[in-house]
């Protein structure tokens, strides 16, 4: 389980997050189950974000951080793509405007299911966080696993790179203004160290030209 609460200048603007893995150990759950429990969770903490994701495009945590903090920011702009936060969380996943997409690539799917394995997300304020949790683990017999997101392959480095249409050329740009050294075949651990943080930032540009989307400017 990760927990990090988030702290700004706008007290307002403050959230908790709550992210964790779990096994469950039922058969009988349908993703209609799981969603009704979700949906009556969020009418209860109406503020709060409650969202089962698929983690197969998730870069690492931070990927997961900055989603939520564009998806507060349009709600507190009063600029969303979506009219649930939930959703929105979905969209900044996936750097992408189209719902269908981002549910597609990020929503929980039937063979997240079959296999008993529950990625899932809750952001509310630092009161609430663990009552939520502890409401949505009610509902599961359940086995908490391990994170990989720490877990650095040139296979998942190139799955994600495609996924968000990010070119080398881009990449090698910015590797070359920190290090003046270009992706290769032969990477070492610490250039696929840089090379991911360089596809985080890369990302989280993505979100930040998505959310731009919806501001007007007069």
Same mark, same amino acid.
């Given at each position: 389980?990760?927990?990090? %609460?988030?702290?700004?200048?706008?007290?307002?603007?403050?959230?908790?997050?709550?992210?964790?893995?779990?096994?469950?150990?039922?058969?009988?759950?349908?993703?209609?189950?799981?969603?009704?429990?979700?949906?009556?969770?969020?009418?209860?903490?109406?503020n709060?974000?409650?969202?089962?994701?698929?983690?197969?495009?998730v870069? %690492?945590?931070k990927?997961?951080?900055?989603?939520?903090?564009?998806?507060?920011?349009?709600?507190?702009?009063?600029?969303p793509?979506?009219?649930?936060?939930?959703?929105?969380?979905?969209l900044?996943?996936?750097?992408?405007?189209?719902?269908?997409?981002?549910?597609?690539?990020?929503g929980l799917?039937?063979?997240?299911?079959?296999?008993g394995?529950?990625?899932? #997300?809750?952001?509310?304020?630092?009161?609430?966080?663990?009552?939520?949790?502890?409401?949505l683990l009610? %509902?599961?017999?359940?086995?908490?696993?391990?994170?990989?997101?720490?877990?650095k392959?040139?296979?998942?480095?190139n799955?994600?790179?495609?996924?968000?249409?990010?070119?080398?050329?881009q990449i090698?740009t910015?590797?070359?203004?920190?290090?003046?050294?270009?992706?290769?075949? %032969?990477l070492?651990?610490?250039?696929?160290?840089?090379?991911?943080?360089?596809?985080?930032?890369?990302? #989280?540009?993505?979100m930040?030209?998505l959310?731009?989307?919806?501001?007007?400017?007069e």
């Open positions: 389980m990760i927990r990090k %609460n988030f702290v700004f200048s706008d007290p307002d603007f403050n959230y908790s997050v709550l992210i964790n893995k779990i096994m469950i150990k039922q058969n009988e759950l349908s993703l209609d189950v799981l969603f009704k429990i979700m949906e009556d969770l969020q009418k209860i903490y109406e709060s974000i409650i969202q089962f994701f698929n983690d197969f495009n870069l %690492n945590e990927h997961i951080f900055n989603s939520i903090y564009f998806t507060r920011k349009a709600f507190n702009k009063n600029i793509i979506s009219n649930k936060q939930s959703i929105e969380f979905l900044y996943l996936s750097a992408k405007r189209q719902i269908k997409i981002a549910i597609e690539s990020f799917k039937k063979e997240d299911l079959k296999k394995i529950l990625n899932y #997300c809750i952001v509310s304020n630092n009161d609430d966080l663990n009552q939520i949790n502890q409401e009610e %509902n599961f017999y359940f086995e908490e696993l391990k994170f990989d997101y720490e877990k392959t040139i296979e998942k480095y799955r994600i790179k495609s996924f968000y249409d990010l070119a080398d050329e090698n910015i590797l070359n203004s920190i290090s003046n050294k270009k992706t290769n075949d %032969n070492e651990k610490d250039n696929i160290n840089r090379l991911y943080e360089v596809l985080n930032d890369l990302i #989280c540009e993505k930040a030209l959310s731009l989307e919806g501001v007007k400017f």
